[in-house]
């Protein structure tokens, strides 16, 4: 299998379960092998795509009131990332001679799940409590928090709270917030762990990808 279709692959895969740990991986091959940096950053962003869309899905099934919400923002970011990813993969992957071995952890471990579902528990917990003595505000700066670490979490404990104990509007918010973040910490990490090259192309797709879905809520949202 050619190096294209394996990063693609495994983008795709990882993006699934965890986008973060992918970008960790992508990033730390892009600094072993930074001839395939532009090939690996394609995989970053494809699988920063998946995770939007992962979003969308599992705010949309707990709450169908979210999915014309979320549908215009998360969609441009999400278009932007994949129309980046594919022209890195059409102009980078051909005839590439360097074909890094993938090498990645089972998101699917016993662990993960375990520290998947403390995290849901917390921020659960945080935002009914938020929620009924601070407000909106406070809705916002969990989301802000929440995102650094992890979207999964805050998408199902606000799709929840929605229309039960906030806004669809103030869920549909804080979900793209929290999306937001996790988008500019993992462009972060591309830049630290990854180097410039791959760096500088996350954080340019990132931004254009946020100020797609940003443009977007504030037309459609």
Do not use: C, Y
């Amino acid at each position: 299998m050619g190096s294209q279709a394996g990063v693609a692959l495994a983008a795709l895969a990882g993006g699934l379960a965890s986008s973060t740990a992918t970008t960790v991986t992508l990033s730390r091959m892009a600094r072993e092998h930074p001839e395939a940096s532009p090939l690996l950053a394609g995989g970053i962003l494809l699988s920063g795509s998946v995770m939007v869309a992962r979003v969308l899905v599992i705010a949309s099934a707990l709450n169908r009131e979210l999915l014309l919400p979320l549908a215009w923002p998360l969609g441009a970011a999400g278009l932007v990332m994949i129309a980046t990813a594919g022209l890195l993969f059409f102009t980078h992957g051909r005839g590439n001679s360097e074909h890094p071995q993938l090498s990645m952890k089972s998101p699917f471990e016993l662990g993960t799940a375990l520290k998947l579902a403390g995290l849901i528990a917390v921020i659960s917990l945080l935002a009914k409590v938020i929620s009924t003595s601070v407000g909106d505000a406070g809705i916002t700066v969990l989301a802000i928090l929440s995102g650094i670490a992890d979207v999964d979490a805050i998408t199902l404990s606000l799709a929840r709270l929605a229309n039960s104990g906030i806004t669809i509007a103030t869920a549909a918010l804080g979900i793209g917030i929290a999306a937001a973040v996790n988008t500019i910490v993992k462009a972060g990490m591309t830049v630290s762990l990854g180097g410039m090259k791959a760096g500088w192309i996350v954080s340019a797709a990132s931004a254009a990808a946020i100020a797609a879905g940003g443009a977007a809520f504030a037309f459609f949202g």
